[in-house]
């Protein structure tokens, strides 16, 4: 349920599902508009499969609302990538259920950390993240020396005293 009383409803989808794609556009165009261009990351479709990933869609009332994603890193961590809510679905709760549902099932597969990388271009992202605990990390993949870049991570084996949890709005 969301902060107004809405039911939404979380599924999985492939990541090159034509939903699953209209989202990621829909991310990818919010890249466009706050830094001039798209996510460099590559991604193959497959890393998102479980038991090594999942791409989660977000329905209220049927109406897509948001994603996000996980996939397992080499370094034996789960990263976020993809987390996006639709602009008429924002500030109701929806990032906070994404990113609870990704954490719980990347520690269900056995991930001990979540990394995510973000940028000062995205500070509702980063005000999210802090507030859920995360707390910087090195930097890695293609934009590990990108100065602008933000990265982030945090235990999904152990939980602070004083930290919120994530299901707590």
């Known amino acids: 349920m969301l902060r107004d009383g ?15 794609q209209y989202l990621v556009e829909a991310v990818q165009q919010e890249y466009v508009q706050r830094y001039g261009g798209r996510d460099a990351s590559v991604v193959d479709p497959a890393e998102f499969l479980p038991p090594r990933g999942i791409f989660l869609v977000v329905e209220v009332d049927g109406v897509p609302a948001g994603c996000g994603a996980w996939r397992a ?56 993240y802090a507030g859920l605990g995360y707390r910087p990390v090195p930097g890695y993949g293609v934009y590990a020396c990108a100065p602008e870049a933000v990265f982030l991570g945090r235990s999904l084996t152990t939980r602070d005293e004083d930290e919120e949890p994530s299901w707590a709005s």
């Not at 809405?6 to 034509?18: E, G, W």
């Not at 809510?85 to 991930?111: I, K, N, S, T």
């Open 73 to 128: 890193l080499p370094a034996g961590v789960a990263e976020m990538k993809r987390v996006y809510v639709e602009p008429a679905f924002r500030r109701r709760g929806v990032a906070r259920l994404v990113v609870a549902a990704l954490e719980q099932g990347a520690a269900a597969a056995g991930y001990p950390q979540m990394v995510l990388n973000s940028g000062q271009e995205q500070p509702e992202a980063l005000r999210l």
């Open 6 to 20: 809405t039911v939404a409803t979380l599924r999985a989808l492939p990541y090159d599902d034509p939903l699953a």
